[in-house]
């Protein structure tokens, strides 16, 4: 950015309906603030989009200077890619609409929507599409990278439900994508990453969801892990996709519901949504309750909104946060045993063990349908490394890649891009197995210069 002239910036701004921030401008820092806060950079501009042609202007000004940008939507990812040193910030988290029509059971959305915004406008009319499980995560990131949560058993990945985008691409035009007009490109977006332009508008479909669900968490003794995901394991590879159910081993929170005695103590947790008639969903779970005497459960019907935030007290913005991820198609006793292991060496009462259970309607697209490739992996395995002090950087980083050593010889093929921290450039290839290739011909074509290449990245050589 050094080589920028005030008087380019000012030119820029004739242009730029939205605000532009420089270094020591009031708001500067929160806006490069991001989720993770192991990511401390300082863009020299950063250009806050209210609109598709802000965006274009943003990207013609970067490229007739020269300048590196990164994308910013939630500002969730873990790798940090959407802030860079001395870089152009292209900043959509202004850009926040989500327009629902309930009859033709779609909706169209900013790239600036967190998914509590998503939720809470579709939800008006009972209707959902599967997002994510932390609601302050972006729309846009998530989507971009394949996308899952409790609904995608029943209705798939989140691109799976993706039926348009409108896209800037590298050189400053704007583009519309679908499975008839530039199918190519929408087949690259639906998993592809910020790779092939900016994303500045999704159109959805939706499904009936709730608005009330059966949903909520059993809490077990760590003493008995073994049982419980033994049973777990056998349990969801036959559960109805309407059942969904993810297993969490940590430090138990203060849950309410917990005795005073098991706060902090280790634990393994059952988390569950039935998208479905709840009295069906609760002859379903009944099973769960037997794989262990368990602490304490908090299952009720409750607000799918509600529902979709149940996680976020523990998943605040501001910690420092190492994560490592694998693929599962099942979750063998070999990879139990390390998960156990694993859990008893809790480096920090943040860090957790995730096991996210996709499969059902997820594994019934084809690998090549789309980006989007690893429809065999039934579960994500996640070593979340979280903690508060620079102090403990070292000790927490070491356990998750430990593990993540430790259970690879259990982990199937590819990964999901949107767990990729910022030092495993060396696994975009691998994250996508058989379409790699394709996506590398088609960067090619869309972005020959790598002009988008604060991702996950995807070299058009
Ligand atoms: C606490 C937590 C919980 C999570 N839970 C889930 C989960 O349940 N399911 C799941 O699938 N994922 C989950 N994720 C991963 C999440 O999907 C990714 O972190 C995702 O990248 C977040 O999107 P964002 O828009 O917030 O990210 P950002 O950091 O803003 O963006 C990430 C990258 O996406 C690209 N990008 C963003 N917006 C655009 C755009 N409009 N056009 C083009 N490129 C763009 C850019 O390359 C950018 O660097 C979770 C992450 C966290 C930290």
Same mark, same amino acid.
């Given at each position: 950015m050094k080589q920028l002239q005030k008087a380019n910036i000012d030119e820029f701004k004739v242009h730029f309906r939205g605000s532009v921030l420089l270094p020591g401008d009031a708001g500067y820092n929160e806006v490069r603030q991001i989720w993770n806060a192991m990511i401390d950079r300082r863009p020299g501009l950063i250009a806050r989009c209210t609109s598709p042609e802000d965006v274009v202007q943003a990207v013609r000004f970067a490229r007739k200077h020269n300048l590196l940008v990164s994308i910013r939507g939630?500002?969730?990812?873990?790798?940090?890619?959407a802030v860079c040193d001395d870089c152009l910030m292209i900043d959509l988290?202004?850009?926040?609409g989500v327009k629902v029509d309930p009859k033709a059971r779609r909706a169209t959305v900013e790239p600036g929507c967190t998914l509590a915004d998503f939720d809470m406008a579709t939800q008006v009319h009972g209707l959902a599409t599967p997002l994510g499980i932390n609601s302050t995560t972006g729309v846009a990131g998530l989507t971009l990278g394949g996308g899952f949560g409790w609904l995608s058993r029943k209705y798939g990945m989140t691109v799976d439900n993706l039926l348009s985008a409108e896209v800037v691409t590298a050189d400053g035009s704007q583009v519309r994508t679908s499975a008839t007009e530039n199918d190519d490109l929408f087949w690259g977006l639906r998993g592809g990453g910020g790779n092939f332009g900016i994303v500045t508008s999704f159109e959805f479909k939706l499904h009936p969801v709730g608005p009330n669900v059966l949903s909520g968490l059993i809490v077990f003794p760590l003493d008995q892990t073994k049982s419980v995901l033994t049973q777990f394991a056998r349990f969801t590879k036959t559960m109805p996709d309407e059942l969904n159910v993810w297993a969490i081993l940590r430090k138990a929170p203060p849950l309410p519901f917990l005795p005073a005695n098991v706060h902090g103590k280790e634990v393994v947790v059952l988390a569950l949504l039935y998208a479905g008639d709840p009295a069906e969903g609760e002859k379903l779970i009944k099973?769960?309750?037997?794989f262990g005497t368990a602490h304490g459960e908090y299952i009720g019907v409750q607000p799918y909104t509600a529902w979709q935030k149940a996680f976020d007290p523990l998943l605040t913005p501001g910690a420092r946060n190492y994560w490592k991820s694998h693929n599962l198609s099942q979750l063998s006793e070999g990879a139990i045993d390390t998960i156990i292991e694993c859990a008893g060496t809790?480096? !920090?009462?943040q860090c957790e063990i995730f096991i996210g259970t996709m499969g059902?309607?997820?594994?019934?697209? !084809?690998?090549?349908?789309?980006?989007? !490739? !690893?429809?065999?992996?039934?579960y994500a395995l996640n070593f979340h490394g979280r903690w508060e002090s620079a102090n403990d950087d070292e000790r927490c980083i070491a356990w998750a890649r430990n593990f993540f050593a430790k259970s690879r010889p259990f982990a199937s093929s590819g990964a999901y891009i949107n767990f990729l921290?910022?030092?495993?450039?060396?696994?975009v290839a691998f994250a996508y197995g058989a379409t790699y290739s394709r996506l590398v011909e088609l960067k090619k074509k869309y972005d020959p210069t790598n002009f988008f290449r604060m991702n996950q990245n995807i070299k058009p050589t």
């Open positions: 939630g500002g969730h990812n873990i790798a940090g890619n988290s202004l850009m926040k099973p769960l309750r037997g809790l480096p !920090s009462p059902g309607q997820t594994a019934r697209v !084809s690998a090549e349908a789309m980006a989007y !490739s !690893s429809r065999d992996a039934n921290t910022q030092d495993e450039t060396d696994r």
